[in-house]
């Protein structure tokens, strides 16, 4: 019996034809004789599948020949077409793959959308936002805080004796309605008891009455110089409406080359402000510093940096008597902090790491410092923050150590040091966690 004839190879059901477009299978080469028991059959003339007995059929296209497709297909033996290509090329008709062709390009809105954020322009206009943005709020900040500064609560001492009282009553009275805000009123029995009081920087003035129709008022302008100065502007005013007399000192007054107060409060800025860019510049510019390095020469740049500030306000400008050493160390200890406060959010959230420090050092810290407008005049919200900031913790540093060296206080140096430190620890902490190779 003899095996029955295989499909012709353009018949689109042939099975063989497809299995050879994917390769060997059980070993054969493609084109090769296919292993059949049948196979010799067509030479000797009778019983393969190829002829109907002739070895010339056989060897033409029976199982017993080489050949993997059959080279004639007419009905007299001719051959229809040159198959000549490799069993292993296939076709592709024109217009793609079918349905994992070239596809079009999205037009709907949403595609379009991720096709914009995929490319360099979405990080771009994202900053560019958010650049225009800052500009904004740094704008308001300021004006806000700084613009039409408004007492709000102004600490302040009183030593009256018992002749003075309703003199010194009605002065106090008139004053809060002259300024819009309330004096908050502290006691003392003597007038040395009230000066501590204002060296310690508790109040920012002391109302002395030992009479009825006379009071004096003694300001401290290095305590608070917008403070002294509104109530030096209002105390006339406020005396002769309430028909007494009114002598106004400064027990504590700001030096030739500042009269304004405002040299403590660019020093801070300058260290504020040249503490975090140095940390920014270190992380773009070198980045494989390890991050031991990287502290070691945020540390150095504010050694300097507090150095050269110090020098160029005390030395060159003589704006204000420095207690060198002491101002340069604050100087420095602020620039630290600030480079810390940087490293921190770049190592939490990587590149944006300018907003946040922007936002604690500028837009927030800076005009809340109590530098520029001392915290009585502050809006209350950033009178009260400000001192927990560094820039504010800076302020009151150097104007204890500048105007007031016998009564230092502790907390503006541990706020300082809370910020560096924490910054320092975190900065280390998500470092250490981070995989070889990452950033």
Known sequence: MSEPREPE??????PRDERDLRGPRDGREPGGPRVSGSGGSGTSGGSGSGGAGSGGAGASGGPGSGNPRRASGGPDGSPDQDRTESPHVRHVPPGGHGA???QRPPTDLRSGWRTFRRTPFFPAAVLALIVAAAAGLFAGSYTYALADPTPRTIPA???VQPAGEQGARAFVNGLEKALGSSLQVHRY?????AKEAVDDQKVFAVLRADSRDRVELDLSSAAGASVAEVLQEAAPKVAKQVGVSVTVKDLKPLGKGDPRGLTIFYMTLAADVIGFIGAIQLTINVPDLSPAARLSFIAAYALIGG???AATVGWALHAVQLPFV???MILALTMFASGMVYVMFNALIGRWAMIPTWLVMVLLGNPSSGGAVSWPLLPSLLGAVGRWLPPGASVNAQHTAVYFPGNVHVMPY???AAWAVVGMALFLAV???RKPGES
């Open 189 to 193: 029995r003597t007038f040395s008891q």
């Open 100 to 102: 994992r062709g070239v």
């Open 414 to 416: 541990l706020v300082l």
């Open 157 to 159: 001492a009183v030593v």
């Open 431 to 433: 470092d250490a966690r």
């Open 9 to 14: 190879p353009d018949d689109p059901s042939d």
């Open 326 to 328: 002491h101002s340069w």
């Open 307 to 309: 150095f050269v500030i």
